[in-house]
């Protein structure tokens, strides 16, 4: 009997990712887009708008409640960074098992790096401008770990595929 390719595609092809893996992929990439951006626009929503630090500190100011949330919410800055780095790890660690591409991985650890700098640092959390430099090059590590992780997925598909 001749050797037929479609049985040993269909025999001995690697599956594609479950359908988690992509979405905790592309969740992840929000998730850590939303980090970046949270870590830019703060700084410069209280630079570029002096009123809000006016309002802070005035109770009669129409944007006090808009100040006081702003800064309740520097104060949940290490969980949102937090789990953005336990996605991102999770993500690199099952695509590394899966793809055995190294580079996702790497992208997430100096993102986390960065960001746990950013985060428990005292000399760079209380200076407005490295804190988010670094947090805005974490939240952009992680962005990158999640779109390098998801080629390498495609990547590895494409391979199996016309190996196998």
């Not at 050797?3 to 988690?20: E, K």
């Not at 999770?90 to 098992?97: D, T």
Request: proline share 4%; aromatic share 8%; hydrophobic share 55%.
């Amino acid at each position: 009997m001749l050797y037929s390719n479609n049985m040993s595609r269909s025999t001995h092809a690697l599956r594609d990712p479950p359908f988690s893996a992509r979405w905790a992929d592309l969740f992840g990439m929000a998730w850590s887009g939303l980090c970046a951006v949270h870590c830019l626009a703060m700084p410069l929503a209280f630079v570029l708008a002096p009123s809000l630090l006016i309002a802070l500190h005035s109770h009669r100011h129409p944007d006090h409640a808009l100040a006081l949330v702003l800064v309740t919410m520097t104060r949940w800055e290490w969980l949102i960074a937090s789990s953005a780095v336990v996605v991102a790890l999770v993500a690199s660690v099952y695509g590394l098992r899966r793809h055995r591409a190294y580079a996702p991985l790497a992208v997430t650890l100096a993102g986390a790096g960065s960001l746990a700098i950013a985060l428990l640092v005292p000399s760079v959390t209380h200076h407005a401008i490295w804190h988010s430099v670094l947090g805005v090059a974490g939240g952009g590590c992680l962005v990158a770990a999640h779109a390098v992780n998801l080629r390498a997925h495609a990547a590895s598909r494409r391979a199996q595929r016309g190996f196998s």
